[in-house]
Nanobody, 124 residues
Framework: QVQLVESGGGLVQTGDSLRLSCAAS????????FAWFRQAPGKEREFVAAYRRSDGGTGYADSVKGRFTISRENANNTVYLQLNSVKPEDTAVYYCAVGHASALSRTQRGYDYWGQGTQVTVSS
């Protein structure tokens, strides 16, 4: 059974940096795509970034491009999201997801498994 466990969230100030982690277990994930989504209060869950293990391909939402970086540590099946220069509008619950499709999907339907989320709050 696939399990995703996020960690690293917290309260930070505008301009700070933060690294989120997603520990994946239950599969080898050789041909999977990992992604981060986020959901702010009263808003729909939105795509943040995706990473394709087969070729290291990545994709980012325009709102985070140049500030956030997704990466993966193969040895321990952990996916990271580095958040730099955070803004109050980055405040949300951040979710890790994994899917076996080859495309870097930006929709929730593209992913099969989800973590429980980790809260990121950015104060102004």
């Amino acid at each position: 059974q696939v399990q995703l466990v996020e960690s690293g969230g917290g309260l930070v100030q505008t301009g700070d940096s933060l690294r989120l982690s997603c520990a994946a277990s239950g599969r080898t994930f050789r041909s999977y795509v990992f992604a981060w989504f986020r959901q702010a209060p009263g808003k729909e869950r939105e795509f943040v970034a995706a990473y394709r293990r087969s070729d290291g391909g990545t994709g980012y939402a325009d709102s985070v491009k140049g500030r956030f970086t997704i990466s993966r540590e193969n040895a321990n099946n952990t996916v990271y999201l580095q958040l730099n220069s955070v803004k109050p509008e980055d405040t949300a619950v951040y979710y890790c997801a994994v899917g076996h499709a080859s495309a870097l999907s930006r929709t929730q339907r593209g992913y099969d498994y989800w973590g429980q989320g980790t809260q990121v709050t950015v104060s102004s």
